[in-house]
């Protein structure tokens, strides 16, 4: 490596790449030893009540026109009273449900998706 008329080393890919000289060796010992003494210090809240989490929505549930499992149940669930509840109270009940209950309801949508001649695999239905 030679400097240019800058004073610039440039290295070309003819020559080998020279060893650094012991100038250099412990110019980088130098830069190491400082970055090793600098401490760095994280400061961190510590109220987690501050965390603003997502609040349930209190709007009344609407559920869609698809024929799964879990709207023809959210459909009889509001139609025995539940029509102002939102969908967070649904998924608790859904959620509650036990696998003979919701395997009922998927036989019902089964059966309708059927009757309006629509081919079904067990993910349609759930």
């Not at 400061?43 to 997502?54: G, L, M, N």
């Not at 089964?110 to 001649?117: C, D, H, M, N």
Request: with cysteine; hydrophobic share 30%.
């Amino acid at each position: 490596m030679h400097p240019n008329k800058a004073g610039i080393y440039e290295h070309d890919n003819t020559t080998p790449a020279s060893v650094p000289s012991s100038d250099h060796v412990a110019s980088l010992t130098v830069k190491v030893e400082l970055v090793n003494q600098t401490k760095t210090t994280i400061v961190t809240d510590t109220k987690i009540d501050t965390i603003k989490k997502r609040q349930p929505s209190t709007k009344p549930m609407r559920v869609s026109a698809k024929i799964t499992a879990r709207n023809l149940c959210a459909l009889g669930w509001q139609s025995n009273g539940h029509q102002k509840e939102p969908a967070s109270v649904f998924a608790c009940y859904w959620n509650g449900l036990s696998k003979t209950d919701k395997e009922v309801y998927k036989c019902k949508a089964a059966t309708q998706l059927k009757s309006a001649g629509v081919s079904t695999t067990g993910n349609d239905v759930e």
